[in-house]
């Protein structure tokens, strides 16, 4: 059969979103700021601190606004320029929450229960879940497609919401006959840091939710914190490989090698030729060393920037301006073709 369906053929754009809850760790970096930085240098970049994703579990009102600031601050600390891409907060442009209304009547109950994360998040006691957070990942379609964006930078654990997103974008284009208007967005989830997995358990991985603080790095950790963590750090007695396959069946160590590997940009093989017959004595310190040169700046960059809240707060109102310059359009067009009223 062939399909020659008109596919979407208007300019590529990246959209990416971070929630302002918890601490940021290493995975996100490594699994999301990271990739954001890298991505400025060849596209148009949107990078948002999603605050309504945030609340669909209960968040403290006194404390949101200045943790949308801190997110925006890492996204500086770590090297994205406000002034080639554009760094808002969701709740600014209030497009997100009127595609999400359009969408939730176009995505399916069926898609949504087959959400890992919502079954994660919402653990047994589905009955107590707020809606909200049943409907996330159709807020988060809308997030991606008020923009028309075409890539989307993310840890491996968001590939499913993009399969979702592109879900929608597929029945919204058939269902109104309007085909190529929504592109079906590319997820960019490969990649060594795009699963971090945790420090104490190498088959969960590394979260902002998790009660134990020894599980993951924080951005804001100091020296002396990354290296306790890391030498507690499960592991288990062999040494280092001199191999990949010596690495299976040994998920922490994987995890180990993996984060020396990411933020080092070596290949694993390297890092094991490197380390290969060494005890974590020798192992752990290297690592905590490295992570330290590598986030250190970032921290220290972070705490500059939010000792000046009023300029993040001019980054972020300027970046509110631009995204809904790019919104506006697109929403008129979608009341258009679905037949909205207007005068
Ligand atoms: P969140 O903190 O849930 O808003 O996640 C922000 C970004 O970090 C998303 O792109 C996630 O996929 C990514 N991320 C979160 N945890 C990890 C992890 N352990 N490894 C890699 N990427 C992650
Ligand atoms: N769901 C993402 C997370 O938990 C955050 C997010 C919200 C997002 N909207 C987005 C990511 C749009 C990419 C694109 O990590």
């Keep these: 059969m062939t399909d020659d369906t008109p596919t979407y053929s208007g300019p590529e754009r990246v959209f990416s979103g971070v929630q302002p809850t918890g601490d940021l760790h290493l995975g996100n970096y490594l699994g999301a700021l990271v990739k954001f930085v890298a991505m400025q240098e060849s596209h148009d970049c949107i990078f948002c601190v999603v605050d309504l994703h945030a609340i669909t579990v209960p968040q403290d009102p006194g404390q949101l606004a200045s943790k949308t600031r801190e997110i925006a601050a890492a996204f500086m600390a770590a090297g994205i320029d406000p002034e080639r891409a554009i760094i808002f907060a969701q709740s ?4 997100h929450v009127e595609l999400a209304w359009y969408f939730n009547c176009i995505a399916r109950m069926g898609w949504l229960e087959r959400m890992t994360q919502f079954k994660d ?20 379609a809308a997030d991606i497609l008020a923009y028309k964006a075409t890539h989307v930078p993310v840890g491996e654990d968001q590939k499913q919401h993009l399969e979702l997103t592109r879900d929608i974008a597929d029945r919204f284009n058939r269902d109104f006959a309007v085909p190529g208007f929504f592109p079906l967005p590319d997820p960019l989830a490969e990649g060594p840091g795009a699963r971090i ?26 020296a002396d914190t990354i290296s306790k963590k890391l030498r507690k750090a499960k592991t ?27 933020l080092s940009g070596l290949e694993t093989g390297q890092v094991l030729e490197r380390f290969a017959g060494e005890g974590f ?5 290297a690592l905590a060393e490295l992570a330290v040169e590598k986030l250190s700046p970032v921290t220290q960059k972070m705490r500059e920037l939010m000792d000046d809240p009023g300029e993040i707060d001019r980054i972020l109102a300027e970046g509110a301006a631009k995204a809904e310059a790019i919104a506006t359009p697109v929403m008129e067009e979608v009341r258009q073709i679905m037949g909205f009223w207007r005068a």
């Design 197 to 222: 997995m945790s420090l104490k358990d190498g088959s969960k991985k590394m979260s902002k939710s998790d009660l134990s603080d020894l599980s993951r790095i924080n951005l804001i950790d100091d």
């Design 92 to 95: 600014a442009v209030p497009a």
């Design 121 to 140: 998040k919402a653990g047994k006691d589905r009955e107590r879940a707020s809606v909200g957070l049943f409907d996330y990942p159709v807020l988060q």
């Design 281 to 285: 004595g020798v192992f752990k310190p």
């Design 236 to 262: 288990d007695p062999a040494p280092i490989p001199d191999t990949a396959e010596g690495l299976e069946g040994r998920p922490e160590v994987d995890n180990l090698v993996n984060i020396y590997a990411t």
